[in-house]
C-alpha cells in the first residue's frame, strides 16, 4: 500500500506543478497592456438576413461566344420604395450593354418581379453570374449578393 500511495503521489505531483504554473501566468506584471491589443472587433459571420428570394431560368443550353438568355424572378418578402439588380460577370462571362443594372420603383411584399437578360460565355465550364440585391426600405439600404452557376458547353 505504501507503493500505492506513492504512485498516487508521484502521478499528482507533476499535475499540480502544471497547473501551478498555467496560475502564474495569469498574474499582473505590472505593466500595462497596449490598448491595441485589447481592442476586439465583432464580425457578423454568416448569410445576408435581407428577405429576399432570387430565382432563375437558362432559356437553352449555353455555348461558348453565343449570347444565351437568363430569366430572372425576384421576390421579396418586405415592401421597399426601390429594388435595384445589378448583374456582373467575370472574365469568362459577358453581360450584354446595358443588362447590368435595372430598377423596380415601389417593390412590394411577395410580388413576383421578372426581367431576362442576356449574356455571352467566353469560356467552357462552369461559368458565375454574380446578382446584386439592393432593397431600399425604411431610409435603410439593404443588399444581398447571389452567385448565379451557368455550365457551358464548346
Known amino acids: 500500500m505504501a507503493g500505492e500511495k ?37 464580425a457578423a459571420i454568416g448569410k445576408s438576413q435581407v428577405p429576399v428570394e432570387l430565382k432563375f431560368d437558362v432559356a437553352e ?44 420603383p415601389s417593390e412590394e411584399a411577395g410580388e413576383v418581379y421578372r426581367h431576362t437578360l442576356s449574356v455571352t460565355p467566353k469560356a467552357e465550364g462552369v461559368v458565375l453570374l454574380g446578382v446584386t440585391v439592393l432593397l431600399k426600405h425604411d431610409e435603410l439600404l439593404d443588399q444581398r449578393v447571389f452567385s448565379i452557376p451557368i455550365i457551358v458547353e464548346r
Open 61 to 104: 443550353r449555353p455555348k461558348v461566344g453565343q449570347p444565351v438568355e437568363i430569366n430572372l424572378a425576384l421576390i421579396a418578402q418586405i415592401s421597399a420604395s426601390l429594388a435595384t439588380i445589378q448583374v456582373s460577370g467575370a472574365d469568362d462571362v459577358a453581360v450584354a450593354p446595358g443588362g447590368n443594372q435595372y430598377e423596380i
Open 6 to 42: 506513492m504512485t498516487l503521489t508521484s502521478a499528482w505531483l507533476p499535475l499540480l506543478c502544471a497547473a501551478m504554473a498555467v496560475g502564474g501566468c495569469n498574474k499582473d506584471s505590472g505593466t500595462a497592456a497596449p490598448a491595441a491589443a485589447a481592442t476586439h472587433v465583432k
